[in-house]
């Protein structure tokens, strides 16, 4: 009797399994960045705007010794957020405040009521040794630019863009973002010793002796830099010196996430491209190190990617396109939803510039042949500047895994994914992994929440006559470009 030989088959390798595709990602991210090990109910996640503004004022008026606020600006006629600041001061001789903020965000209005004419009272009434408000200034506008780009749109050359929200009115009313609170004394001691570190290299808001509306911006000796307008140079070089240590932190090895009962590990991430030479910010390289397993241990997954202002990078669009993935939907906020809709000059363009992004991406996606699995929804609520309109300023990624009906990761903070963030802006973010079901069920209301008011589009959508783009935008994008800004 003879028999036939046969080959047989060679089996693919099982996928991953998601606890092991999560130790993988977490050894290269422990390469990368600080690490930190807390339990899921330290996390809350807040769903309004107006939420955020009644938990602000509860945790301000509680603070027993210390109150951090990083923000881009706080809205000149914050009228009620000041007086709660000074109410917590006035009852606790204990309790010091720092507010770091952007300087040309925050002086922009100067000589009329600004930011700063509105905090610097706070230091005539308390003493500089218990409230300092400081302001960061881009190295990347000085000179002939400082004095010719117009104010309404300089902050396109770099912000202190770390916050916790822009603190004015609409982002306690009208503006959808995302809230997460994090209750940790070693996150919060981390992420004071950022604050501390830009502060040191900032000026400091100081009163007039004769007005205490005015205010003088002072570069104080103790800071261990020059001027950033009067040595940009030296000043990126010693900027670096100070922040890159705390960014690069090294972490003790942990016991793996599936085996701890700290059930949530928080990565946090700073974007300092603008004070780092060379560049060691870990938001970016960690964002493409996750985006780039979509197509690997995380094929399969399903995500979800948001950002107000549809601008990211070209390298983090392909990463998206590349994926293998489920279902992939991005979010940003529609012309009638931006926050520069209406806006007088060439911020007024901006909605448009967008849309004709949002275009270019669209194609890309039919280019790729994923208009099945990736879409693009536009978030609108009314339209802003009138009654009832909102605009939407919600960041990040959330995660998916393949087998998982939740998220198990995701990623929020301050960070557009742009140009400008990755090249000129000062950003934080946190990444979040957890294996806790209650988090990953609230990570996913959170997901679908944010998409209420959000419709798919496709590129039919752009025939229409009022999403049409003009030439004026394109030369005014360009123009942008070529004298070293960014939207």
Known sequence: MSTANHTAPVPHPAPPSPLSAFAGLQDELDKLSPRFAIRASQIQIIQSPKDFYDTLKSKILTARRRIYLSTLYIGKNEYELVNTIRQALSQNPELKVSILTDAL???RETPEPSCASLLVPL?????????EIRMYHTPNLTG?????IPRRINEGWGLQHMKLANLSSDYFSNRQDRYHLISSQRVTDYFASIHHAVGALSYRVEPDTEDRAAYHLRWPESNPAPSPLEDPKRFIASAGTLLNPLIRAVTPR???????????ILYPLAQFT????????????T????????????????????????NIRPELQSLLLASRCERGVVVTASP???GFYGSKGVSGMLPSAYTLLSRRFLEAVQRAGLTSSIQLKEWRRGTIGKEGGWTYHAKGLWVTLPAEDHPSMTLVGS?????????????????????????????????????DHARMIDLDEFTKTERRVGLHVRVAMWIVSLVGGAL
């Open 254 to 264: 942990q016991r793996p996430l599936e085996d701890s009962i700290q059930d949530t």
């Open 336 to 338: 009638w939803s931006n």
């Open 144 to 148: 002939v630019r400082k004095r010719i």
């Open 123 to 131: 230091v005539a009434e308390f003493g500089a040794h218990r409230v």
């Open 274 to 285: 603008p004070l780092l030479r060379p560049d060691t910010s870990t938001e970016y390289p």
């Open 415 to 451: 960070s557009n994914y742009t140009k400008r963030s990755y090249s000129l802006d000062l950003e934080t973010n946190v990444l979040i992994l957890t294996r806790n079901s209650d988090l990953q069920s609230r990570l996913a209301a959170e997901e679908t929440w944010l998409q």
């Open 287 to 310: 964002l493409m190190t996750v985006l780039r397993r979509l197509a690997t241990d995380f094929a399969g997954s399903r995500w979800t990617f948001t950002a107000g202002y549809f």
């Open 105 to 107: 965000r925050g002086t």
